[in-house]
């Protein structure tokens, strides 16, 4: 029974991600034109030509193949794009994998019907798995299609619409099949790196230092609780003690995440994450941000030059996957070396959860 009904949710899945693509391509309408248009709201209007001059950056100095990505608009008929599933085994980090022609293997799907993901969420719980599901304003098509700007993102401060911009634009640089950690580490590190200098010729001030502390603040207890709960599922205990563990950790990370966010301002998105918080959801962390500290040591190692860094990035990409591995955590290992000189200690001592940075 089990074969049947894995091929009829296969087709159904292409069916709809088919159906779902080619009705944001047909609403598709030119930023020119629309800039000029007098009809145009004028909201819209400004932050479209946000847009052209964020094309025009990562086209000229971060040397990525823009062409004419994100060169059109598409208003959505619902607030988002896609909802994406991630899926991790009860007492496992490693998230499950789905794998597609061409793109290869992915650690998450992508819905464009909110039902069917939740109807597919409802089966993965119902298999034991601990489940993720949430809402995603953009992707992209690897160069496949002219992506559009859409309507889930477009009003987005210009801070935060060029950092997603650069990020998606970086999968049509390098993209290597089968290794989403890679792939959503390198554009994360793109998008990081190039931000500070984005802000500064556009006079947008960087973020504030309480801001910054606090996101590290919160990477570091998730760290923690990543490492502590790796440490549960590599032990000899029984399933019962594994679960019962697992959920004493889970209640720990909560707490002191309620301890440490005492009179922080705008804390509304670290708190929903932190109440989610599952296998599911470190591991979707995991695979955004592990490798971007090894990423960003390889541009220093490349003389901050883009085309070298891309270069090195799909030299990198081309080793066997081990090798790959091993190369990355040794950048990784060189960039917290570097931190620490410079910054010292600064998750070392968090007194509520401890973790290594």
Same mark, same amino acid.
């Given at each position: ?56 950056? =990562? ?46 293997? =992915? ?49 987005? *401060? ?51 230092? *309480? ?22 599922? *590599? ?85 066997? *996957? ?36």
């Amino acid at each position: 029974m089990l074969l049947p009904t894995a091929g009829c949710e296969t087709v159904h899945f292409y069916s709809q991600a088919a159906t779902g693509q080619l009705k944001i391509l047909a609403g598709r309408k030119s930023i020119d034109r629309l800039v000029v248009d007098g009809e145009t709201d004028a909201k819209l209007k400004l932050q479209l030509e946000w847009v052209r001059a964020i094309r025009s950056y =990562a086209a000229g100095e971060l040397h990525l193949p823009v062409g004419s990505a994100y060169s059109e608009f598409t208003q959505l008929d619902g607030e988002y794009a896609l909802w994406n599933l991630i899926a991790a085994p009860e007492f496992s980090l490693s998230p499950k994998r789905w794998c597609y022609p061409i793109a290869g293997c =992915a650690s998450y799907r992508g819905y464009f019907d909110k039902a069917d993901a939740e109807t597919q969420a409802g089966r993965l719980r119902a298999e034991g798995y601990d489940v993720y599901l949430g809402p995603v304003p953009a992707y992209s098509t690897l160069g496949w299609f002219d992506d559009p700007v859409l309507s889930s993102f477009v009003s987005w *401060k210009p801070e935060r619409l060029a950092g997603l911009l650069f990020h998606e634009l970086a999968h049509r640089r390098v993209y290597i099949a089968g290794d989403t950690r890679f792939n959503e580490s390198f554009a994360t590190a793109v998008s990081r790196i190039a931000l500070p200098d984005w802000r500064r010729r556009n006079g947008i001030p960087a973020p504030g230092v *309480k801001n910054v502390a606090q996101a590290r603040r919160v990477n570091g207890l998730m760290v923690a609780a990543r490492k502590q709960l790796q440490s549960i599922y *590599k032990s000899d205990l029984s399933d019962s003690e594994k679960r019962e563990r697992k959920q004493a950790t889970l209640q720990k990370l909560r707490r002191c995440y309620r301890e440490a966010s005492v009179g922080w301002v705008e804390d509304e998105k670290f708190s929903r994450m932190i109440e989610k918080t599952n296998n599911a959801t470190l591991a979707l962390v995991s695979e955004y941000q592990s490798q971007v500290p090894a990423f960003m040591q390889l541009y220093e190692d490349s003389g901050r030059d883009w085309n070298a860094f891309y270069g090195a990035v799909e030299r990198l990409g081309a080793l066997p *996957k081990e090798e790959r591995k091993a190369r990355l955590k040794a950048l990784s290992g060189r960039a917290q070396d570097s931190s620490k000189k410079v910054t010292g200690p600064s998750l070392q001592s968090d007194t509520c959860m401890s973790a290594a940075n």
